[in-house]
């Protein structure tokens, strides 16, 4: 080698190998920041504007403090506000009419990181920018409930009052508020640009981090808010970094570049593999509102008949499925609800794995043998059924495999047709495009009520513009009067007795099979102390982020 | 030249109407319209809320007159708002794009160097241990996905780190993805910081391009060698380092050059996944996000950009190649 070329060269690589002390740096954040690891970027963070799960985790829990939040039991607690109304305490009052009147009192002593004070101003306001029909308002399904939202008296802008134009069961679990000395300009010149404003992308908020910058496609930074009246944050910097892609999501968890993680797309294979390969982290099982399921299509001629939705019940070993694909951790499904929902019935009928059972209930329904193994109906049409999910979900192409083994024992033979998701979510479900068939999972809240699933008005069909989430296109009557009465019914122990006998009926008839239900899946450092994920869809694992530490 | 350039330029124009219309077919008619996501993820949303949020996103116009609207607009320099982010397009397009170029100028200049210094010596070694070598290292490099590659080597220089079991390697690693760590030091350690989270999505970009470069150069610097100028300079008594640089590799780089033009708009495209896998932010990662999130105006306007490119770089392998050979004429 060129005697000139090789000092150049040892240069070079010391230079390299010195340069590439990473752990300097992270260990530098790691006393003042903790980095969050996210398998999404957020589209913005005004959630009434916006879809995507990785905003609501950033703004939900950490830029913004709601007026009632849920903790990580999935109680409901007052957050900025001083009480939750309740009918006992006459803050929540029912009128004639079937109204209602709900009345909060804000804390005095929240502020918006501008300095400028949270009263309940801002939430009347919000409610009348987010009903407004030129605002790009996602969802107006609860505002419509409403009549108005007004602050009673001039002197106390901290009392709030809701009119109800009808019952609703949760109608104190709080709404949103954004401040309104921010949005109010640009609103009043058109509603229409709000999702463009810039609070979309850097709010102004109330919760215990502030925003300090959005690198767009790599991380979103906050910073503690030093007069979060509920306590200043005890981390000062709280980093998300956006990592799409679940193996290099994974790979940062290991080498400790992130100190926890939310909406991560990680697979309980992944999880277990991250607890062996680096043992200062945890990873989070916890138990979710996530319920993967089978839709039926009720109109197809056989699968009209309940025997054989029950024999396919029957003939699929959930048990089995659960303890090798999921190691057991995540439960077996009986119902449409899971065990942590204040409505749950675990002496619903359960169908376990009983092939036996499973072709007595099929010769019943007129089905006979075929010289191939596959079942004949009265007809001699063979007993063929098309399934269907997200193209490309390892997980669900695998319970397909099993299943097709395990109904080809009792001679139905089961035909795979995936599609990926935008196709099976935008059009194969909605439109109920499915033959027979399709597995995905609804993701629930405490707050979810069986009418939008399971009610006859919720059959999406072409006269109704294909609204309503009843894709199996289940019609009870029985169901249909039960599921109004909950809608309506405000007592809770009135409304979980009937949320059972809902469940029973549903259990009954069968228009889904339920496979189980799924966890949220988390992880977190263990130096990191007060880690509680909640394992709910808007309360993520940062709802008590200003209570985190570094332990020494 | 002039008549070739006007009329190689008039080609472009059309070809890039034609693919916009192309592009723009197929991302509205891929199957999940945005909206029609948002109403099935939530089914508290109302039809009615389905049909405000559609007039105000524009995507209850038919088809051919959401292609006029936009192909005016584009027209006059605007490349609209992004449904997903909320903000013009273009300006997203200007944050992303300093970091793809930063990502792709490096990944060349680094292919070009190994690459054509590898191809040169397997050339001027043929058949010796280090031409089989480079020659089997290429094909290796040229066959290996790239997305495969990204993981496997977070995996070994984010994770494994074989080298840890030396006694005081531990801290020598590389970042897993990114483009930064937040909260460093602005100046020399950010600029260091960046540097290290460059290296990884630089080899991987880098690695087709040096195989398929050396496999040209070597082939490229053999012909040349033999042919009879070359050992016209060797029997003038020239020593071999001066027929070797001044004769021989000046003429093998000509078909390098070109090469090298056609191949930047196939890194370019190569970013998408390299950029995805690293969390590097630039124009690759944004248009995988646009595509999965249905952002028409921003995947529209980096699919533009990336034929624009292709275009652009065709062109100039077309002059480079004239300029740099006397004897290429185009009538």
């Known amino acids: 080698m060129n005697d000139r070329v090789r000092p150049v060269l040892a240069v070079a690589v010391l230079a390299l190998a010195l340069g590439l002390s990473l752990p300097p740096a992270l260990a530098q954040q790691s006393r003042d920041t903790v980095v969050i690891g996210m398998a999404q970027e957020p589209d913005c963070l005004i959630m009434q504007f916006c879809q995507m799960a990785a905003g609501a985790a950033v703004a939900n829990n950490s830029v913004f403090s709601g007026m009632v939040d849920y903790n990580e039991k999935w109680q409901l607690f007052a957050h900025t506000v001083e009480k939750i109304p309740t009918l006992k305490d006459g803050d929540w009052q ?126 979103i930074t906050l910073e503690a808010y030093d007069k979060y009246p509920l306590g200043v944050a005890k981390i000062k910097k709280q980093v998300w970094r956006f990592i799409l892609d679940s193996t290099v999501l994974q790979a940062n968890v290991i080498a400790n570049q992130v100190d926890a993680t939310e909406i991560n797309n990680f697979s309980i294979e992944q999880m277990i593999e991250i607890e062996r390969r680096n043992p200062q982290q945890t990873a989070h099982y916890t138990p979710a509102l996530i319920w993967e399921h089978i839709d039926i299509n009720l109109d197809n001629e056989w699968l009209k008949d309940k025997r054989v939705r029950q024999a396919i019940a029957h003939s699929i070993n959930r048990e089995e499925l659960s303890q090798k694909l999921f190691y057991g951790k995540q439960p077996v499904a009986h119902t449409w609800l899971p065990e942590r929902h204040e409505g749950f019935n675990a002496t619903v009928r359960k169908y376990n794995y009983d092939p036996a059972r499973a072709r007595q209930l099929l010769t019943e329904a007129g089905f006979t043998p075929g010289p191939d193994g596959i079942l004949r109906d009265a007809k001699g049409q063979r007993f063929e059924l098309v399934i269907m999910t997200t193209a490309g979900n390892a997980v669900r192409e695998q319970v397909q495999q099993i299943m097709k083994e395990q109904m080809r024992t009792v001679g139905i033979d089961l035909r795979i047709d995936n599609r990926p998701a935008g196709v099976l979510f935008g059009q194969t479900t909605r439109r109920r495009q499915f033959p027979h068939m399709v597995m995905y999972a609804w993701l629930m809240q405490p707050l979810t009520l069986p009418h939008s699933f399971w009610n006859t008005d919720q059959i999406p069909t072409a006269q109704n513009n294909w609204e309503g989430s009843n894709y199996p296109g289940w019609r009870n009557a029985e169901n249909d009067k039960l599921n109004n009465d909950i809608l309506q019914e405000i007592d809770t122990a009135k409304r979980v007795t009937m949320l059972k006998k809902q469940q029973e009926i549903w259990a009954e008839e069968l228009p889904a099979i339920p496979l189980y239900f799924r966890l949220s899946l988390t992880t977190s450092n263990k130096r990191l102390s007060n880690v509680k994920p909640a394992g709910l869809a808007g309360t993520y694992i940062n709802w008590n982020s200003e209570a985190w530490g570094w332990q020494q | 030249m002039q008549r070739f350039l006007v009329r190689r330029l008039f080609q472009g124009v059309i070809i890039l109407i034609g693919l916009s219309m192309l592009m723009f077919t197929l991302l509205v008619f891929t199957p999940g319209d945005p909206v029609e996501l948002i109403a099935t993820s939530n089914p508290d949303v109302r039809p009615e809320d389905v049909a405000l949020l559609r007039k105000y996103y524009g995507l209850d116009d038919p088809f051919h007159v959401r292609y006029v609207k936009w192909m005016r607009s584009v027209l006059k320099g605007d490349l609209g708002y992004s449904r997903t982010y909320g903000t013009p397009v273009a300006k997203i397009i200007v944050e992303r794009l300093g970091n793809t170029m930063t990502l792709l100028a490096t990944a060349v200049v680094l292919a070009f160097v190994v690459g054509a210094t590898a191809g040169i010596y397997s050339a001027l070694h043929q058949y010796s241990f280090a031409d089989y070598a480079v020659t089997i290292s290429a094909f290796a490099g040229h066959s290996v996905p790239v997305f495969w590659q990204g993981i496997v080597f977070i995996l070994l220089f984010a994770v494994w780190k074989p080298w840890a079991v030396i006694p005081g390697m531990e801290w020598l690693q590389l ?50 060698v033999r042919q009879d100028y070359v050992r016209t300079a060797r029997a003038k008594g020239n020593s071999e380092k001066v027929v070797i640089n001044r004769h021989a590799l000046r003429n093998a780089l000509i078909p390098i050059i070109t090469l090298i033009a056609l191949s930047v708009p196939t890194i370019l495209n190569g970013s998408v996944l390299t950029e995805t896998v690293f969390s590097w932010p630039g124009m690759g990662l944004l248009l995988f996000q646009a595509v999965l999130g249905h952002d028409y105006n921003v995947a529209m306007a980096v699919l533009l950009f990336l034929a624009l490119m292709t275009v652009v770089f065709n062109l100039l392998a077309d002059v480079a190649y004239a300029m740099v050979d006397p004897r290429i004429r185009y009538e």
Request: aromatic residues 12%; charged residues 20%; without cysteine.
């Open chain 1, 94 to 219: 029912l009128l004639p009419g079937g109204k209602m009147r709900v009345t909060y009192k804000f804390r005095r002593n929240f502020t918006w990181h501008d300095g400028k004070a949270y009263t309940a101003l801002d939430a009347s306001w919000t409610h009348l920018m987010l009903r407004n029909p030129r605002t790009p308002t996602l969802s107006r399904t609860i505002i419509a409930k409403i009549d108005n939202m007004s602050v009673p008296n001039a002197n106390d802008p901290y009392t709030l009052v809701v009119q109800w134009n009808e019952r609703y069961p949760f109608a104190n679990t709080g709404h949103v508020t954004y401040p309104r000395h921010v949005l109010e300009r640009d609103y009043l010149r058109d509603p229409g640009t709000l999702k463009a404003h810039k609070q979309a992308r850097f709010p102004v908020g109330n919760g215990p981090y502030k925003m300090v910058e959005w690198v767009a496609g790599s991380h």
């Open chain 2, 175 to 224: 970042p897993a993805g990114g483009m930064l760590t937040p909260g460093v030091a602005p100046g020399w350690p950010a600029l260091w910081d960046r540097v290290t989270h460059m290296v990884l999505p630089v080899l991987v970009l880098a690695t087709f391009n040096t195989a398929a470069w050396a496999r040209y150069m070597r082939s490229s610097m053999l012909e040349v």
